[in-house]
């Protein structure tokens, strides 16, 4: 196997890293995450493209690989979803029941992200993967030529991650075995997830916004998460209302800084339900007789907000064993 060098070695290990360090984006970065994860922020509304409403009913990835189907093609597949949906088998989909489907989709997303890196760590083929795996896997080459990065940027980069990952992987490790169950080893890989990985989730976003490294997000620090500001520009509208955003919503006890409690209000919103918003949705725009139900005809008559020409890759996971969504 040919030798990597630092850069290039660097560069394929943040492709792997859980939370690779990025470099400050020139537009709005959205930290706030999601139960739903993968589903993230409707936008504003834009009736020509239903784009969003795509990706929360099939997923992101499936959403995409459909674009070559025939209307029909994409109807006939819709309403062998819209049976799967239908939990009870009354005919009728209720926004619970959509809920219910979009938060199975956006968590199949994640199990599957899982699936396609596991064999990477999972060394002995145990299927269970162990720190030293991990850290073989993923720093192997670091440790064993420190030299080759001593004097790179890359060599604090590297400082960094490490300690970080194994605090990671002990919060996720719940039997402290130092070894991850599949379960585990996605609590570690997607922490937003799981409720005893949300202090992970806040103490990661402190000491990536943390400049100072005071312990308290100050109100530059928040913007300059999400702005790089230019030598001498100004700062567009929205970044000016992200600042009356820390005033008076983020910073809770007016002290000019967000602490832990104050970055959990915001990072981990508990008071608003994404699934469920987008169910309503759904049922709202498509729901002819305003009996707060969707039959398979009202859904098939708005297939595009569902499908459009996107429809799903459920069509070939319908060939599969049903039991894996």
Do not use: C
């Amino acid at each position: 196997m040919a030798r990597l060098g630092p850069a290039l070695l660097l560069a394929l290990l943040l492709l792997l890293w859980p939370r690779a360090l990025r470099a400050k984006p020139t537009v709005r970065k959205e930290r706030v995450v999601r139960p739903d994860s993968e589903l993230g922020e409707r936008p504003p509304e834009d009736n020509r493209s239903f784009q969003y409403d795509h990706e929360a009913f099939l997923g992101k990835e499936d959403s995409k690989t459909f674009d070559q189907l025939s209307s029909e093609e994409s109807k006939d597949r819709l309403g062998k979803i819209v049976d799967r949906i239908d939990n009870d088998g009354d005919g009728f989909v209720t926004s619970e029941e959509l809920k219910t489907w979009i938060k199975r989709v956006q968590k199949r997303y994640i199990y599957d992200n899982v699936a396609k890196v596991w064999k990477d760590y999972d060394r002995d083929k145990d299927n269970k993967i162990s720190w030293e795996e991990y850290k073989q896997a993923t720093y192997g080459y670091y440790l064993g030529n420190p030299a080759e990065f001593q004097d790179t940027s890359d060599h604090h980069t590297f400082k960094k991650m490490l300690p970080r990952d194994e605090r990671r992987f002990k919060a996720a490790d719940l039997d402290g075995d130092q070894t991850a169950t599949r379960e585990e080893f996605t609590a570690f890989l997607h922490p937003e997830e799981f409720e005893h990985m949300k202090e992970i989730v806040v103490l990661e976003t402190l000491e990536d916004i943390d400049k100072n490294g005071d312990g308290f997000v100050d109100q530059d620090e928040y913007i300059a998460d999400m702005f790089s500001h230019e030598e001498n520009g100004p700062e567009p509208d929205w970044v000016l209302s992200e600042r009356e955003q820390f005033n008076e919503f983020r910073d809770l006890n007016k002290d000019g800084k967000l602490d832990k409690d104050e970055i959990r209000h915001w990072i981990l919103p508990q008071d608003y339900d994404h699934a469920q918003a987008e169910a309503r949705h759904l049922v709202y725009e498509s729901d002819k007789n305003k009996d707060e139900k969707l039959t398979k005809e009202e859904i098939l008559e708005n297939w595009n907000m569902f499908v459009g020409s996107q429809a799903t890759n459920y069509g070939e996971d319908l060939t599969k064993n049903h039991d894996e969504l």
